[in-house]
């Protein structure tokens, strides 16, 4: 998985290349109802929460995450990888909480 800057400092392909990652993780895991529960709340944020954007300045850290996430998968490292993944969403989760506090109590409306 290789990241230019570019690629980093443009939103939409960052966006692409983070959403990618996590839809091919969840696929792979070989699990319908995790894959189709995942791929529905990614589709909530990317039509609802489209400003929920880790800053250019961030993403180095993100694609790091990612590239240790993948490492620990090929290498059939379950329980790291699954460690590592959490810890990634927690921080992800810590980040929408500082900087984007209220889209934390969005409704989605499901009319």
Known sequence: METS?????DDSRYASIASGFHATVCNAAG?????LAANSIQSIWS?????????????PLVFQQHEAITRAIEK???????RLMREHMQHYTEYCEARY???MD???DWS
């Open 5 to 9: 800057k570019e690629q980093l400092a």
């Open 31 to 35: 699990n319908p109802v995790l894959a």
């Open 47 to 59: 039509v609802r929460v489209t400003t929920v954007l880790f800053s250019p300045e961030d993403r």
């Open 76 to 82: 059939h490292d379950a329980r790291r990888a699954e």
């Open 101 to 103: 506090p209220a889209r």
């Open 106 to 108: 969005d409704v989605v």
